[in-house]
């Protein structure tokens, strides 16, 4: 008879099934036996003279374990994240862990580039408009009393008239300042809340009420600007006239000639001296020394920068007001958007209360 073949475990072979695991503790469970099996001899090989006893005490004993333990693993529960309230403030997007360049970036985007170059021409044509225009309204009080009205009571109305406006130019330099100044805040209000950089983004019917407010003063103080470009360009007129008469004395087919003595200026048709001013008209050669005068030089040309001043200011308003135009529209809308994520947050609070609730009953009925 063949001898038999092992099969992995019994006595031929040294090795026996591990006992069953019990739900018992370590010292109640069957130790594996330890007697000495009888060698296993099979066809050509030589008889194992090492026991199964002492391979088995040779391996390291692996601590088994219980069935409660390994069923008793650790589970994982997705929470979805908290919605927040509407009421709720919103977090900032400046998180701590930013750095000093990511912070000026995120800085230099909320500035209302627009607001800062309309203020900065609002206030360089206000400034021209005002100096310019207040040392030359001062020449020309000057060139009338010593060339055009000797007598003082002829021109003392025009004089009272002319010290009035230099004091509504240091008004209107005084106004232009504080409302370029509010204006560009409003620039860094409205930019800061329609980007939401700074935390909560909030704006209130008032807020928007301030904003349509300066768009119409904006407006009224466009249109009367308009009119003081106009006023301005008065004097550059009668300047540019006197100027051209001179020139045309100065004239090489003129210079010199009787002719010279007939082209005369009448300052009395401009309306700014009275008819029966004395001379209130100059000719020849007293009006080409007037043109040679500083004072003349300087108020042609301080005039004109003036002029150019209250031009620089018209574009400047008509630049704010299309910034304050745009500004208002975002905010409208941005408002909308705001009431709509409001409820659209509520509403969905609201669903997960419902949903909790009705998990807990059915935990409790079960």
Same mark, same amino acid.
């Given at each position: 008879?063949?001898?038999?073949?092992c099969s992995?475990?019994?006595?031929?072979?040294?090795?026996?099934?591990p006992?069953?695991?019990?739900s018992?503790?370590?010292s109640?469970?069957?130790?594996?036996s330890?007697?000495?099996?009888?060698?296993?001899?099979?066809?050509?090989?030589?008889?194992?003279?090492?026991?199964?006893?002492?391979?088995?005490?040779?391996?390291?004993?692996?601590?088994?374990?219980?069935?409660?333990?390994?069923?008793?693993r650790?589970?994982?529960?997705?929470?979805?994240?908290?919605?927040?309230?509407?009421?709720?403030?919103?977090?900032?997007?400046?998180?701590?862990?930013?750095?000093?360049?990511?912070?000026?970036?995120?800085?230099l985007?909320?500035?209302?580039?627009?607001s800062?170059?309309?203020?900065?021409?609002?206030?360089?044509?206000?400034?021209?408009?005002?100096?310019?225009?207040?040392?030359?309204?001062?020449?020309?009080?000057?060139?009338?009393?010593?060339?055009?009205?000797?007598?003082?009571?002829?021109?003392?109305?025009?004089?009272?008239?002319?010290?009035?406006?230099?004091?509504?130019?240091?008004?209107?330099?005084?106004?232009?300042?504080?409302?370029?100044?509010?204006?560009?805040?409003?620039?860094?209000y409205?930019?800061?809340?329609?980007?939401?950089?700074?935390?909560?983004?909030?704006?209130?019917?008032?807020?928007?009420?301030?904003s349509?407010?300066?768009?119409?003063?904006?407006?009224?103080?466009?249109?009367?600007?308009?009119? *003081?470009?106009?006023?301005?360009?008065?004097?550059?007129?009668?300047?540019?006239?006197i100027?051209?008469?001179?020139? *045309?004395?100065?004239?090489?087919?003129?210079?010199?000639?009787?002719?010279?003595?007939?082209?005369?200026?009448?300052?009395?048709?401009?309306?700014?001296?009275?008819?029966?001013a004395?001379?209130?008209?100059?000719c020849?050669?007293?009006?080409?020394?007037?043109?040679?005068?500083?004072?003349?030089?300087?108020?042609?040309?301080l005039?004109?920068?003036?002029?150019?001043?209250?031009?620089?200011?018209?574009?400047?308003?008509?630049?704010?007001?299309?910034i304050?135009?745009?500004?208002?529209?975002?905010?409208?809308?941005?408002?909308?958007?705001?009431?709509?994520?409001?409820?659209?947050?509520?509403?969905?609070q609201?669903?997960q209360?419902?949903?909790?609730r009705?998990?807990?009953?059915?935990?409790?009925?079960?």
């Amino acid at each position: 008879m063949p001898p038999r073949a092992c099969s992995g475990f019994g006595p031929c072979c040294g090795r026996t099934k591990p006992p069953a695991l019990t739900s018992g503790p370590l010292s109640a469970r069957p130790a594996p036996s330890a007697g000495g099996a009888a060698p296993c001899s099979h066809p050509g090989q030589g008889t194992s003279q090492e026991p199964a006893a002492s391979r088995q005490a040779s391996s390291p004993a692996k601590p088994a374990r219980s069935p409660a333990r390994a069923r008793a693993r650790p589970t994982c529960k997705l929470v979805p994240p908290a919605l927040p309230s509407p009421g709720s403030p919103r977090p900032s997007r400046l998180s701590p862990a930013m750095g000093c360049f990511e912070c000026c970036i995120k800085c230099l985007g909320g500035v209302p580039y627009a607001s800062l170059v309309a203020t900065i021409l609002c206030f360089s044509g206000v400034a021209l408009f005002c100096g310019c225009g207040h040392v030359a309204l001062a020449g020309t009080v000057a060139i009338l009393e010593q060339h055009f009205s000797t007598n003082t009571s002829d021109h003392a109305l025009l004089s009272e008239v002319i010290q009035l406006m230099q004091y509504v130019i240091y008004g209107i330099a005084s106004f232009f300042f504080l409302y370029g100044i509010i204006l560009l805040a409003e620039g860094f209000y409205t930019t800061s809340a329609v980007k939401e950089l700074h935390g909560e983004f909030k704006t209130t019917a008032c807020g928007r009420c301030i904003s349509g407010m300066f768009v119409f003063l904006t407006y009224v103080l466009g249109v009367a600007w308009l009119g *003081v470009f106009g006023f301005s360009a008065v004097p550059v007129f009668m300047y540019y006239n006197i100027w051209s008469t001179c020139e *045309v004395i100065k004239s090489p087919q003129t210079n010199g000639t009787a002719g010279v003595e007939q082209i005369c200026v009448d300052i009395r048709q401009y309306g700014i001296i009275p008819w029966n001013a004395f001379p209130g008209k100059i000719c020849g050669s007293a009006l080409e020394n007037i043109c040679n005068t500083n004072e003349f030089y300087m108020s042609y040309h301080l005039f004109i920068v003036a002029c150019a001043g209250a031009g620089a200011t018209v574009i400047a308003l008509i630049h704010f007001l299309m910034i304050l135009s745009s500004n208002w529209a975002y905010l409208k809308d941005a408002s909308k958007m705001q009431a709509y994520q409001d409820i659209k947050a509520k509403e969905e609070q609201e669903l997960q209360d419902i949903q909790s609730r009705s998990k807990e009953q059915l935990n409790s009925y079960t």
